[in-house]
């Protein structure tokens, strides 16, 4: 059984005048997600709302909590400029009213994320729902979309610093579908139920700019380990991410040479407890 | 001859209501940006040279941002109706904004907006007050109108954003046999191209208003 869910906090004005009010999607350590709409209701977006924590100094609070906001969009406009697949920023406030917090809306993801994508296939497979050869040239196919989204990350300069699959998210077709068709003739079933759509990265509140091989190989580590302990089934496909990843951007073959150092040092880390 | 619109923004409280009347064939901007000049309190608009607008959207976020500031009372320059012309800035410079995106003595397609922070601001005294002041034929405020007047080039200079969304550019990339992969898009027809291009165009300035230059 659930335990009680955890207090929200209210969310600060303008959002008390929101109405309907925002619908609750997440609540994480330091965020909470929204979804909502921008300026009329026909423009759906994400709200990311980043509550003071009480418990802090309010002066260093303040502070962080305008660091991560302006840190978060700064690194989400950059990417959507250069080419890579994230939300855009439509608006934000970094300076909260001092007791509350700040906010950031995004443009909607219409999709779900790539962990629940893999876990709900799982279960329709163990319950012998699912044709499996579909399935998994689905997920190589998924794979090769999401080496290709961090390739293209990286090669803008730009580390994740949390890539779980909770934090990718696999989007709609980007061509309109009719009767299980896309429009370019594209047979939904061929790839796997609900594995085809257009890979979005999110959640960039630990991401930042950098250039080394080490960090963008951490990112792969990072993605590795949320293969391998949520989806064991979906491991091996993860060679596909990096084959493609290889191909994507000219530095990305000592940044996979690096990964085999990281894994190295993480096997190592492991065996010392 | 079209009327002054009156818009709800989401999330604002509902006796702040937005006001908005687009004008072509402005005749009398000089007159106007003097008055702004000389801080007429009669001239309490925000006045905007529609050139370098790109849509409805991308008006009414710098109007959500300067609304939302002015309620927080936390306002950097005159009044809120100052603010929403800086915000459609892509800095912390105000004296800039204004310059660049307000009325100037040959503005000819001009926004303006104003809202009702007092009740006694009703759309229509503004209505009155504009069709008195302004000479010019005013046209509904939508996309199509915008696009037929905008110069989207001008826009993109101004945000620094040459290439963004455009054929070849980032976002897209080409293959190795020379063909132009789109960003996970499926290749469609030269409009669909335009949208895809105007809304690259958009998001990348949202972007960069929210930011004002935060680094
Ligand atoms: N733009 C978006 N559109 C739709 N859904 C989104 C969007 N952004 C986030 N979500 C959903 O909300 C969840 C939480 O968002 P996000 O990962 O950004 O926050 P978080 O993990 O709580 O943040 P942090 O790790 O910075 O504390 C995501 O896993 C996803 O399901
Ligand atoms: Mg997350």
């Known amino acids: ?66 660091h991560r906001i302006l840190s978060e969009a700064r690194t989400l406009v950059k990417c959507r400029r250069e080419g890579v697949s994230v939300p855009g920023v439509l608006a934000l406030d970094a300076e909260g009213d001092g007791v509350s917090g700040g906010w950031m809306m995004m443009e909607w993801v219409e999709g779900k994320t790539v962990r629940e994508v893999l876990v709900a296939g799982a279960k329709r497979r163990k319950e012998g729902r699912d044709d499996e050869d579909g399935w998994e040239e689905g997920v190589t196919a998924l794979m090769g979309k999401i080496g290709r989204a961090v390739g293209r990350m990286h090669e803008v300069g730009v580390v994740h610093g949390d890539l779980t699959t909770s934090n990718i998210m696999l989007g709609p077709l980007a061509a309109p579908q009719q009767n299980g068709v896309t429009t370019n003739g594209e047979h939904m079933e061929q790839v796997g139920e609900g594995l085809g759509g257009e890979i979005v990265l999110i959640d960039f509140g630990l991401a930042g700019q950098s250039l080394q091989d080490e960090d963008k190989a951490v990112d792969l580590y990072v993605l590795e380990r949320a293969f391998g302990s949520t989806h064991p089934e979906a491991e091996e496909g993860f060679q596909e991410v990096l084959k493609v990843y290889e191909e994507s951007y000219k530095g990305a073959k000592v940044v996979l040479k690096r990964l085999e150092d990281v894994r190295m040092r993480g096997r190592k880390r492991s065996l010392l407890g | 001859m079209a009327a002054l619109q009156t818009l709800h923004l989401a999330h604002l409280p509902p006796d702040l209501a937005v006001h908005v009347a687009l004008y072509t064939d402005v005749r009398n901007a000089s007159f106007l940006r003097d008055q702004l000049l000389q801080g007429n309190p009669d ?114 200079k101004l945000y620094k954003l040459g290439g963004v969304g ?50």
């Open chain 1, 1 to 66: 059984m659930d335990g009680p869910s955890p207090p929200q906090p209210p969310l600060p004005a303008p959002f008390t005048h929101t109405h309907p009010a925002p619908t609750l999607l997440t609540q994480g350590a330091e965020a909470l997600l929204y979804c909502t709409y921008f300026l009329t209701p026909s423009h759906p977006c994400a709200l990311k709302y980043r509550p003071s924590k009480p418990y802090r100094n309010p002066i260093l609070d303040k502070r962080l909590t305008r």
């Open chain 2, 43 to 156: 001239f309490e608009y925000a006045l905007v040279d529609a050139s370098v607008i790109l849509s409805t959207t991308h008006a009414l976020a710098a109007v959500f941002r300067a609304a939302n500031d002015h309620l927080k009372g936390r306002l950097k320059s005159r009044n809120v109706h100052s603010e929403i012309v800086f915000s459609l800035g892509a800095n912390n410079n105000i004296a800039q904004s204004l310059r660049t995106f307000g009325i100037t003595p040959t503005t000819t397609n001009l926004l303006a907006i104003k809202l009702s922070t007092d009740p006694s601001i009703t759309s229509s005294t503004i209505s009155e007050h504009l069709s008195a002041s302004i000479q010019g034929i005013q046209v509904e405020f939508n996309d199509a109108k915008l696009a037929g007047l905008n110069n989207i080039a001008k826009i993109r």
């Open chain 2, 166 to 215: 455009e054929e070849g550019s980032k976002g897209k990339r080409r293959r190795k046999d020379g063909t132009v992969e789109s960003s996970g898009l499926v290749d469609g027809t030269a409009a669909k191209d335009a949208e895809r291009e105007r809304r690259e165009l958009e998001v990348a300035i949202l972007g960069l208003m929210a930011l004002r230059g935060a680094v």
